[in-house]
């Protein structure tokens, strides 16, 4: 069974997804900032693979993929990020890439070495899914979950041909706009989670502006069974970049303080969904 399935069919809480870039600070660094993740208690873990024009992604972010893009990092180097945490952890790897890059190296030989990392799933942010023919035959071949992106603005229509293609998880855009911590969940991101969560079995991840305990809350009173936090977390990276240690604990304290509030939702999803 595909390691992203498997979590969600243990939990009957919301899982915690931690998002950092692949290369951040540097290839060590961000091996050494993901474990820390998993000690902490993440359930998934999302590497990004940097990008010169991450158009869904705010400063925070931004950054992150300049300090990883200055100091080497590239597809190659994430996957092996990927390979060194396989040795250690068996939690689920999501890859968070844009289509340049998935075509650029060939989508065959992209999925190919992506599964052979250990890597569990892909989300192509940019890929209209229109296009998504290929990438989801391929995806499949190697027993990738192709992850897809739900916002407030898509269609009733196209929303439905979105759930008929998802593996592993929806990912729920909270906002328009790019990604970045914020004081507080719109009532519109709460409206979406009711919107879709008849329509479709698979489990429901709201990302985009998730960073404190109180959303974690929301979000699992309205239903989901996942939240994504990245800029909070790429923020403690940044704010560390000097110094390892802190780094390392910070980041554990930060996402245990997030999966204790997590733990303390249970009983709000059945996994038999």
Do not use: W
């Not at 759930?163 to 911590?181: D, E, I, N, W």
Request: hydrophobic fraction near 40%; include cysteine; charged fraction near 25%.
């Amino acid at each position: 069974m595909n390691r992203i399935d498997r979590v969600f069919e243990s939990l009957n809480r919301p899982a915690f997804i931690a998002f950092l870039v692949g290369g951040d600070p540097d290839r060590e660094g961000c091996v050494q900032a993901a474990k820390s993740l998993i000690d902490g208690g993440a359930d998934i873990l999302e590497l990004g693979i940097p990008f010169s024009d991450p158009v869904a992604d705010g400063p925070t972010i931004q950054r992150a993929d300049l300090r990883a893009l200055q100091g080497g990092a590239n597809p190659a180097m994430v996957l092996d990020i990927v390979r060194e945490i396989r040795d250690c952890s068996d939690l689920p790897v999501v890859l968070l890439t844009y289509g340049n890059i998935v075509h650029r190296r060939g989508v065959e030989r992209f999925y190919r070495e992506a599964a052979a990392s250990g890597a569990d799933g892909v989300l192509i942010v940019d890929m209209p899914h229109e296009e998504c023919r290929d990438v989801l035959e391929t995806a499949e071949r190697y027993g990738m979950r192709q992850i897809f992106l739900v916002a407030p603005t898509t269609s009733e229509e196209r929303m439905g041909r979105i759930l008929a293609s998802a593996g592993g998880f929806v990912y729920l855009v909270s906002r328009l706009g790019t990604t970045g911590g914020r004081e507080q969940l719109s009532d519109d991101t709460l409206e979406m989670i009711g919107r879709i969560r008849p329509r479709t079995a698979l489990p429901l991840a709201v990302g985009f502006g998730i960073s404190r305990a109180e959303h974690i809350r929301a979000c699992a009173a309205a239903g989901v069974d996942a939240v994504i936090v990245g800029s909070a977390i790429v923020d403690i990276v940044e704010a560390t970049l000097h110094d390892r240690t802190a780094m390392q604990k910070e980041l554990r304290d930060y996402v245990r303080e997030m999966t204790e509030t997590a733990k303390a939702c249970a009983g709000t999803r059945r996994p038999e969904r």
